[in-house]
């Protein structure tokens, strides 16, 4: 297990927000954290990125206890990567250049080599050259999530902890991101994703966290969460994603349960397809 959390409490000021906290999380997931506003997610990562006081409990980052007088040894945690909610809370440099050069120089990386690595990136999330000469602060919300997605990446983390790294993006931009990331993670690395968009997490998921009031309600596979156990949504505040709830109107139509055993949307629909093909009516 890359993440083993066992009986977190996490307290801001006098005000407790991380009860009991226990979970595992394998390497070269994708594991998603969901709950309504406020429900402890962003502490829950700031809590492995060691960015908050851990109160009482235990935190083994590969088999190895790393809280030290209720803060974690940093170092120990060097190749998590954190994409902040707020990106601007990460930027620290005066142009976007040297943000994304800067995780490369401590690398000790050739300026060509810096330079190269810079136009791949600018290419992969759809950035324009003349940004580099800009203030972070001058970009635009989603060119801002891009940037603080890419300055992280650019890092080579094997772990990313991402706060709803695709608000304020446009839809084309939202989903060729998550797919990167998709394709990322599936070389081998791992990705704890805190989103509120249930089409993203249905569809790029193995598993998912939901949280409730700073506590963990449940931790499972995805498909089972929105196909089985969609009641534990709806108990925590939320709605099952789109796709899922269409299957569910199909199957209260037609009175007939649709064979499906994935949550991601093609599957989905193929298999509502099928379902009203087969009772001879026209799917629009
Ligand atoms: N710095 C802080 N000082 C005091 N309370 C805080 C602080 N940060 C978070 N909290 C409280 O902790 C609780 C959990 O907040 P957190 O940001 O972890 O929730 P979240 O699930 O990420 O919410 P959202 O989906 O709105 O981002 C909230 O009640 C919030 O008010």
Not at 17 to 25: A, Q
Not at 216 to 227: E, N, P, Q, R, S
Not at 246 to 252: M, R
Request: hydrophobic content about 40%; proline content about 3%; glycine content about 6%.
């Amino acid at each position: 297990m890359v993440f083993t959390l066992k009986d977190i409490n996490v307290c801001i000021g006098k005000e407790k927000i991380l009860h009991n906290i226990t979970c595992s999380i394998p390497r070269g997931r994708w594991i998603s954290v969901i709950g309504t506003s406020g429900s402890g997610k962003s502490t829950l990562l700031k809590t492995l990125k060691g960015l908050v006081t851990i109160d009482s409990g235990e935190y083994f980052f590969d088999d190895r206890q790393i809280v030290r007088k209720k803060s974690i040894d940093t170092t120990a945690i060097s190749e998590v990567g954190y994409v902040f909610q707020y990106p601007e809370h990460q930027f620290f440099q005066t142009t976007v250049y040297k943000e994304l050069a800067l995780g490369l120089e401590q690398k000790k990386y050739s300026k060509k080599k810096i330079n190269d690595t810079i136009s791949e990136i600018l290419q992969l999330f759809d950035l324009p050259e003349e940004i580099l000469a800009k203030s972070p602060f001058q970009l635009s919300g989603g060119q801002r999530r891009k940037l603080a997605i890419a300055s992280v990446m650019t890092t080579k983390p094997k772990i990313m902890l991402l706060d709803e790294p695709t608000a304020a993006l446009d839809p084309i931009s939202r989903k060729k991101i998550v797919a990167g990331i998709k394709h990322w993670q599936e070389e081998g690395n791992t990705v704890i994703f805190v989103s509120h968009q249930m089409e993203d997490v249905a569809e790029y998921s193995d598993n998912v966290l939901v949280m409730q009031r700073g506590r963990i309600v449940t931790h499972m596979d995805a498909t089972a969460l929105f196909l089985h156990y969609g009641n534990l949504m709806e108990e925590s505040g939320m709605i099952l994603p789109p796709s899922v709830q269409l299957k569910n109107s199909v199957e209260k139509l037609a009175k007939e349960y649709v064979d499906i055993t994935s949550c991601r949307e093609a599957d989905i629909l193929a298999a509502v397809r099928k379902a009203v093909a087969k009772r001879g009516e026209q799917f629009v």
